[in-house]
C-alpha cells in the first residue's frame, strides 16, 4: 500500500512537471508569434525630418515632435 502511494505521487509529480513543460512551451511560442506579428515601420518627418517607427501602418500619420502631418510615400 505505501509503494502504491509513493509510485502515485511520483506518477502525479511526473505529470505536474510535464504540464509545467507544455504550458512554458505554448507560452513562448506565443511570445515567439507576438514579436513576428511586431513589424516596425521607419518613418521621417518631411518637415523635421525626424524618425518614427511605427508598429501599424497608416497612410497619414502625425509627427510627434513638430506636429505636422506626414503622407504615406
Ligand atoms: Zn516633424
Do not use: Q, Y
Amino acid at each position: 500500500m505505501k509503494i502504491e502511494l509513493t509510485l502515485l505521487i511520483g506518477i502525479a509529480f511526473a505529470f505536474i512537471i510535464l504540464l509545467a513543460i507544455l504550458i512554458d512551451l505554448c507560452a513562448t511560442k506565443k511570445i515567439v508569434n507576438v514579436t513576428k506579428k511586431i513589424h516596425l515601420e521607419r518613418k521621417t518627418c518631411d518637415v523635421c525630418a525626424s524618425v518614427f517607427f511605427f508598429s501599424i501602418p497608416s497612410k497619414f500619420w502625425r509627427c510627434s515632435l513638430c506636429g505636422s502631418m506626414n503622407k504615406e510615400k
